[in-house]
C-alpha cells in the first residue's frame, strides 16, 4: 500500500508525515516495540517536566524516524497517542502524575533516544534502558538534598534584600522544608497538602524568631523560606504553551499553580496569625545591608543548589552556574532599560540563547542550562511581588495590582523563551 499524498506542512498534532523520507508504516503489529518505545519516552519525557508543545514535538520527531504514523496530545496529567493511518488507528492513553524537574534524568533519556533513532539501539532496547533510568537510584541523597533546600533559601534570602539574619532565619526555614518533603515523598497523604503546611511553619517559625527578640524581618524571612516552592516556573510554562496555542494544557497548569499559589499564601497567612495569636504583636524590622560581595556569593551558591533539587548531573554544575549567573545580568540589564516587570524578557532571552547554544555544541538537551536560569529570574519576579501584594495589601486594589505585576512578569519570561528559540540554532533532536 502507497503513503497518501503528504499535506503541504506538519505541526506536533499531524506527526505522519515524514521530513525525512523514512517509509511510514501504515499497518501496526499488536506488540510493535517502536509503539512500546514512544509510549515510555513519552512518560519519561512528561515526568522529567517536559512542556506539552515540547514532548509532543519530541515524540513526531521520534515516529518519524521511527517510521511510524503518529498524532499526540498531552495535558499535566495525561498523554495522548495515536498510531496508524486515521481510519485504523490504535490509541492510548497515560496517565501521568505532574513531575519535577528531573535534569539528569532527562539528559540520560535524551542520550537513550538519540542512540535508538540513529538506530545504535533497538526499540526493544531503547525501552529497557529507559526503564533501567527509571528504576535508577537518585544521584544524591537524602542529608544533601536537605542542605540544597537550606543553601536555596538562605541565597534567596539575599536576593530579596534581607540582610545577614533575614539569612539564618532563610537557611533554618530552607531546612526544615527540606525535612518536611523528603518526609511527604513517602507519605501521600501529606504530599497532598505539603505546600500549605510548609508556608504555615514557615511562616510561624519566623515569626517565632521575631518574637524572641531576633531582629528579622518576617516577611523576608519567610518568603526565602518557601521560595523554592512558589510555582513561578509553573506559571511561566503555562504562559508558553498558551502563546504556542496548546490551550488545554496552559489553562490546567495555570489554575493548578492558581491554586498552589493560593495554598501558599493561606498558609504563610495562618501560620502568622497563629503566632500572633498564642504571643501577641509580631515585631517587625527593616534587614540590616549587606556587603555587595555577599550578592556575588550568592550568585554562585543558589545555582549549586539547584544542581541538586533539580537532579542535574554533577559535570553539568559549571554550565548550571553559567546560565544562573547570564540570567541574572540579562534581567538586571533589561531592568535598567525597561523597568522590573519588562527586564525579565532580557534575562529570559539570554538564558534561552545561550542554552541553545549550549545545546547545539554539547548536544545535550537546553533545558539543563534554561530551567536553572529561570528558577533564578521567577522567584525574586514573580513570587515576591505577587505574595507581597496579597499578604500586605490594606484592600482589594493592590492585591490585585500584584496579580496584574505577576501576569506581566510571567508573558515577559514566556517571550524572551519562545523568541530565543526563533534567533538561535536548535539542536535536530528533541530541542
Known sequence: MSNPTPPPHRTAWTGWTPSHGVPMDLALSNADPRVAFILQLGRA???????????????VLASERLGIMGQFFSTPTSIMAS???QDDQRTFMIRVEPGDENLGKLARVDHVTRDVLSGRLTPAEGSAAIGAIEQRAPDYGRVLTTLAFGVASGSA???LGGGPYEMLAGLAIGL???LLALYAGGHPGLGRVFEPLAAFLASALAALLAVLGVPVSVLLATLA??????????????????SSRHLASGTARLMGAFVLLM????????????????????????PLPMPSWTLAVSLVLTPLSFVVLLKAERRDAPWIILAGIVAFAGARLGAQLLGPELGAFGGALLTGVGSQWYSRFTNRPSQI????????????????RSLTGMMTSAGVLPGVEGIFQMGLIAVSL?????IARVVSPRRALMD
Open 263 to 286: 495554598g501558599i499564601v493561606f498558609g504563610i497567612a495562618f501560620g502568622s496569625k497563629f503566632v500572633s495569636l498564642a504571643f501577641g504583636t509580631i515585631p517587625d524590622v527593616a
Open 369 to 384: 542550562t534554561l530551567v536553572p536560569g529561570l528558577l533564578l529570574l521567577v522567584p525574586g519576579s514573580i513570587g515576591l
Open 225 to 242: 523560606g518557601v521560595i523554592i516552592l512558589i510555582p513561578g516556573l509553573t506559571i511561566t510554562t503555562a504562559i508558553t504553551e498558551l
Open 45 to 59: 519525557l512528561h515526568t522529567s517536566g517536559y512542556s506539552a508543545p515540547r514532548l509532543e514535538e519530541a515524540l
Open 157 to 159: 534570602a539575599r536576593f
Open 83 to 85: 498510531f496508524g493511518p
Open 176 to 178: 526544615l522544608t527540606g
Open 414 to 418: 514566556a517571550s524572551g523563551i519562545l
